[in-house]
């Protein structure tokens, strides 16, 4: 890095950067607008030449200009949304020339489009009328155009797209997009009409004062690229047809680049965005390569099984025809006899790794091979394969494409909506996709169900209420459905599937469900359980009103709730008892209804360092959301987040900043039973004569011990979460993703609070190992 200038200004606003092209030498500068203030800046070292305050309260700049050649700027913006300002400023010393400004009887919406160094165009607030404004030598003329009048059928609102293309612009509405012409003094002329979807590149400097751009359109399964030049509307320099895939959707953005071919005509590459958010690279009619980008924003992602090797069935056979393995056992008699060519070498590695045991369509013996389904931001599902992390198929799902009644859809989050058990393996697996019509979170609800083996989306639905949380219940119909509640805005339940088995086996269930909500903004914990059938909708059966059995508030002053933690809904906890070195026994508290909650002081909710340690702490709770009663609560004094935490067993483990320290620490705690202390008789335990097995209910009040204890660590955290196996026997590790993207596999017995700094010889037997101030890293 050659230089860094900082710019500061009195008021926040948009940035806007002036490119001309630089040539670095003395005289020349950057111009740059950011926080309300005009700057130019040096090329040579950064310094800020000079800089000019744009004091207008309302003023609201769009555009900085500066025509080819000239020695001025132009800035131009709205002020008050009604007004139009052009103030016009000397590029040498930032002098102001001249400030014009003309009032306009509407409102100005959306952003200006540049079409010429000194014309630009805007909508008004209804999307209805044209606005071309011209400011040639500091004089503003304007002139108003009806998009009705250059587009017949125009319903919804038009917008105006961008092109970087001098004096051209276009105009789109749900049902066409225009491409205008600005010819003269503000005088409009439509080039291009088009019904198929449209997107423009910016322009290209192809050679000395010629320009080129780029159009892509949909029509059916194939898009068509045309270049032209950005003179000549007319005429193409390319045209080509290329068949796309229909699960990427349409083409969001495209950019090109030109290379010389050997009879000296332009040859163009397009490189296009695609809905799905995938890249891919056009070149002579075809796709050159192309990268699945949507992966890198995965809102969420869940498991699914592979489907058993049936016995007596090879999965060779399933996989290779005849002449497949036929051409592989020469291909490995070639590289047996040396006289393989390297193509045939890289064949034979392909099919290696193609048959090997990590990446094969079935489940392994120990299921760690499975499906990874990930849903993307773009509304795209994938399923990768963990053995090789191929993506075996890929759906751009409908449920969550733009539509008339779903304008702005987004994916929320997945579940396992059918886990057929292996016994009886007729039906494929699926996955539920939850999505909403919007971000704000009355929304209306969308839901999709996929086939995890396929990818197939076999039915999708458009909910007639909002979807706020997803409760997954535990249980499940004869067809391996699970049972989900949807709780909507105005906290009424809805059961899902809608079916009569699925309403009797709620029912039995209906004074065993519960649950809770966190209000993050207003720091508000609720618990509710079921009340009776939605009163104002008598025709739907399967929606439930809610009633409020307690809440939580904490003081919005001192508390500002930042990270929760709850218990994985299928672990396994194999013994609830816990053997001690002196030969006593200590019982685990264990609830699927224990929640983790941490707060911070409001001023330490800011980056790490923001605060002295005097003016933050760490506030962690251990709440019962069935009762709403508060376990166990403690501060940590002078320490501030972000807060990472995981909640298995009867125990938690949260990351945080210790302030005072200067250093990340780590701490756990551990809660016990106690009403069962009386129990205590280890034969009593092996003979089977204890009390494991009386009912434990959340009504009866708890008394409970816990014991915690604090470590300092050495790394900064994304995310943490905790080992699972089948019957929960395994000793557990703690997997902790770190800053530097690496996984850490620590063990629990490292993060145990009986640890002290001399464990008697019986301690010693049992594990416990000798208490350090810091959690040991061991790199490799």
Known sequence: MVWESSLHGPKHSKSLLLTTNLIIEKDNSLIVFSNGRLNAVSCIDGEVLWKKDFEEESLEVQQVIQPPGS???????????????????????????????????????????????????????????????????????????????????????????????????????????????????????????????????DALSISEGQQAFALVQHAGRNIHL????????????????IKMDQQRGFVHKVFINNYIRTDRSHGFRALIVMEDHSLLLL???????SREDG?????????????????????????????????????????????ATPEDIAAIQYMRLKSSEKSKMTRDHNGFRKLLIALTRAGKLFALHTGDGRIVWSHLLQSLHK??????????????????????????????????????????????????????EFSSLRLVHSVAQVI?????????????????ADKLAHLYPKTPEAIDIFQSEF????????????????????????????????????????????????????????????????????????????????????LFVAT?????????????????????????????????RMTHHGSQGPVQAVLSENWVVYHYFNLRAHRYEMSVIEIYDQSRADNKDVWKLVVGNHNLTSPVSSYSRAEVITKSQSYFFTHSLKAITVTLTVKGITSKQLLIGTIGDQVLALDKRFLDPRRSVNPTQAEREEGIIPLTDSLPIIPQ
């Open 71 to 201: 020695d001025f700027i132009y800035v131009v913006g709205f002020a008050a949304s009604s007004q139009f300002e052009m103030y016009k400023i000397n590029a040498k010393n930032g002098e102001l020339l001249k400030h014009e400004s003309t009032a306009f009887s509407g409102r100005f919406s959306g952003e200006v489009s540049l079409v010429s160094s000194e014309t630009v165009v805007a909508l008004d607030s209804t999307g209805s009328i044209l606005l071309t404004i011209s400011f040639h030598n500091g004089k503003i003329s304007s002139q108003q155009t009806p998009v009705s009048n250059l587009l017949e059928d125009s319903p919804g609102l038009a917008i105006i797209i961008h092109s970087s293309v001098t004096g051209i612009f276009a105009i789109k509405t749900d049902a066409a997009t225009i491409f205008i012409r600005v010819i003269g003094e503000g005088k409009l002329e439509v080039v291009e009409k088009t019904n198929h979807e449209t997107v423009v590149s």
């Open 226 to 241: 045309t270049v032209k030049p950005a003179h000549d509307w007319d005429s193409s320099l390319l045209k080509e047809s």
């Open 283 to 289: 070149q002579q009619g075809a796709i050159v390569w």
């Open 295 to 339: 992966l890198a924003s995965i809102i969420d992602v869940t498991t699914s099984e592979l489907p058993v090797e049936k016995a007596g069935v090879s999965v060779a056979k399933v996989e290779l025809n005849l002449f497949e393995w036929l051409k592989g056992h020469v291909l490995k008699l070639k590289g047996t006899l040396m006289l």
């Open 403 to 456: 539509s008339e009644s779903c304008r702005q859809p987004i994916g929320l989050n997945l579940h396992q909506w059918q886990v057929p058990h292996h016994h009886a393996l007729d039906e494929n697996p699926s996955v539920l996709v939850v999505g909403r019509c919007g971000p704000s979170s009355d929304a209306l609800g969308v839901l999709s169900l996929v086939d995890s083996y396929t990818g197939k």
């Open 472 to 488: 997954p219940l535990p249980y499940t119909d004869s067809t391996e459905q699970r049972l989900h509640l949807l709780i909507d």
């Open 511 to 594: 004074s065993n469900v519960y649950w809770y909500s966190i209000d993050d903004d207003n720091g508000i914990i609720k618990g509710y359980a079921l009340k009776t059938k939605c009163s104002g909708n008598v025709a739907d059966e399967f929606c439930f009103d809610s009633r409020e059995l307690w809440s939580i508030v904490l003081p919005s002053e001192s508390e500002k709730i930042i990270t929760t933690a709850t218990r994985n809904l299928n672990e396994a906890v194999h013994t609830q008892a816990k053997l001690i070195a002196d030969q006593d026994v200590m019982y685990k508290y264990i609830s699927s209804n224990l």
């Open 600 to 632: 911070v002081a409001p001023k330490a909710s800011g980056e790490i360092g923001s605060v002295t340690p005097e003016e933050s702490w760490l506030v962690v709770y251990l709440i019962d959301t069935v009762t709403g009663r508060v376990l166990h």
